[in-house]
């Protein structure tokens, strides 16, 4: 078997690739007017600087009262395509209910190594902790969450040593959501990403959230779409189990009619993310 159950690629690409049966070209230029469209209503900081390599950006999409909660979010893409500025749309709800928020960028594999996207994931979150007054934002009041590949990064955020590494608390995050997340990267090298990913075995066990501590004593709160295939739901309960034999507060749930795609739909206006969000925020 090459992982689990599965003897063929195919099996693993059946089950791995959720832009199948999918006009992916029609979904992002969807995604592209809508978040033009808030970018227009919304005060934005475009392409602000976290580190020293152009892609290291982000979009800062500001709430109307100072010092709001920050609330940073990490797209997905499968870590080798898209950037920040398709996901603009997801800020829209949130900057209605007082959360600013930091739509992050991130280089992509193969230009870079897989662990500089989790260098960069964790120097967003650093560099916004040091400079949350240029951004008008409270900086003891963040909160992440990422889609697909952006939801692996932000549980990776969760297994770094902040205070050892970065000289930060390791309660800086105030809560979590990770949205149809790959914390078990075994499978990847033997699919149709590997091309691109080319991940080593030592990168399926640095970079596995599943087989990390969890570091950060954050709530943290997994969601997968019914829509997706099974793997997907079966890598959120697994890694919701692994969270909490640690002790942490997590909670995992399916969402019935959603795919990988329409799940982002919750960050609408009023929707069951921001919903969710604002708890992490005490809203």
């Known amino acids: 078997m090459l992982y689990r159950d ?8 059946r089950e791995y690739d959720p832009s199948r049966g999918r006009d992916l070209s029609a979904l992002l230029d969807g995604w592209r007017s809508r978040s033009e469209a808030v ?25 109307e ?40 960028n991130y280089a992509l594999c193969p230009t870079v190594a897989f662990g500089e996207l989790v ?27 990422g889609h697909s590949a952006g939801g692996h990064l932000a549980a990776m955020l969760l297994a ?31 699919s149709w990403l590997q091309p691109k990913l080319q991940l080593s075995g030592r990168d399926v066990d640095a970079y596995s959230p599943l087989f990390l501590p969890c570091r950060v004593p954050t709530p943290v709160h997994l969601v997968a779409g019914g829509e997706e295939s099974t793997e997907f739901a079966r890598q959120m309960h697994a890694h919701a189990e692994h969270l909490e034999a640690q ?31 604002s708890a992490f925020h005490g809203g």
């Open 6 to 13: 599965f003897s063929t690629q195919e099996a693993i690409d």
């Open 39 to 63: 970018r227009e209503r919304c005060r934005v900081s475009l392409d602000v600087a976290f580190g020293p390599t152009l892609a290291e950006r982000m979009d800062v999409y500001h709430a």
């Open 65 to 104: 009262a100072e010092d709001a909660p920050l609330h940073l979010f990490f797209h997905g893409g499968y870590w080798r395509s898209l950037g920040h500025r398709e996901f603009g749309f997801v800020a829209e709800g949130l900057v209605a209910a007082g959360i600013s928020v930091a739509v992050v």
């Open 119 to 145: 260098r960069q994931a964790r120097a967003a979150v650093a560099w916004v902790r040091h400079n949350a007054s240029s951004l008008g934002v409270d900086a003891s009041r963040l909160s992440v969450s």
């Open 160 to 190: 770094a040593d902040w205070e050892g590494e970065y000289g930060l608390p390791d309660d800086l995050i105030g809560g979590a959501l990770c949205i149809s997340g790959l914390y078990d990267l075994r499978p990847f090298p033997w």
């Open 247 to 277: 002790g942490a507060a997590v909670s995992a749930e399916l969402l019935p009619g959603d795919d990988h795609f329409s799940i982002l739909d919750h960050y609408a206006p009023g929707g069951r993310f921001v919903q969710r969000i």
